[in-house]
């Protein structure tokens, strides 16, 4: 079973300033089965992103993934007051299929 | 427009039994795998199993299996998720979210906006 690490457990930022999110995986996973959500409070996870870089449909440029191995980050060029939320990297495994979440990223504000 | 609408908020009392509902909607329901996430309060996603409604394969987390029971009913294009006997540690926010599976990865593109589940004696 993978297990997923997110690092730091709270980034307190301010508007303007770069995010940079961690995610480290207990054993190697494919980047086609990394993806990253949003969640704000009171609200469902939203995509962000797939496939350890591509983003998801509406999502601005401002935010970007890289990473390959066990080793994946998320970053926020510049945090705009929306993008205060908790962020989770998600890993999936097919054999057998099972989808593992990291324990998530709370980025607020400083 | 795709959309995933659940059923509303539940409270229950320990013992009884539930079912709750994911209706799609603007997709073709029968070729997505869709997924059940469990988020206890103030707590992290918690992934609890898959369903295939197009021929109702199914595939639970270790962690659920036995503990829930996943369905679908692809006539009308609505997956469920129920109990036969709730535990008050079955309090929870529970979101249903369709499956992409392509070469580009597998992961939950469109998610409902969550069924509040409450248990309490």
């Known amino acids: 079973e993978i297990v997923l690490t997110q690092s730091p457990g709270t980034l307190s930022l301010s508007p303007g300033e770069r995010a940079t999110l961690s995610c480290r995986a207990s054993q190697s996973v494919s980047s086609s089965y990394l993806a990253w959500y949003q969640q704000k409070p009171g609200q469902a996870p939203r995509l962000l992103i797939y496939?350890?870089?591509s983003r998801a449909t509406g999502i601005p440029d401002r935010f970007s993934g890289s990473g390959s191995g066990t080793d994946f980050t998320l970053t926020i060029s510049r945090l705009e007051p929306e993008d205060f939320a908790v962020y989770y990297c998600q890993q999936y495994g097919s054999s057998p299929p099972a989808f593992t979440f990291g324990p998530g990223t709370k980025v607020d504000i400083k | 427009e795709v959309q995933l609408v659940q059923s509303g908020a539940e409270v229950k009392k320990p013992g009884e039994s539930l079912k709750i509902s994911c209706k799609g909607s603007?997709?073709?329901?029968?070729?997505?795998?869709i997924g059940w996430v469990r988020q206890m309060p103030g707590k992290g996603l918690e992934w609890m199993g898959i369903i295939y409604p197009g021929d109702s394969d199914t595939r639970y987390s270790p962690s659920f299996q036995g503990q829930v029971t996943i369905s679908a009913d692809k006539s009308i294009s609505t997956a469920y998720l129920q109990w036969s006997s709730l535990k008050a540690s079955d309090t929870a926010m529970y979101y249903c979210a369709r499956i992409v599976d392509t070469a580009m990865g597998t992961h939950f593109d469109y998610w409902g906006q969550g069924t509040l589940v409450t248990v309490s004696s």
């Open positions: 603007g997709y073709s329901f029968t070729s997505y795998w």
């Open positions: 496939g350890a870089s």
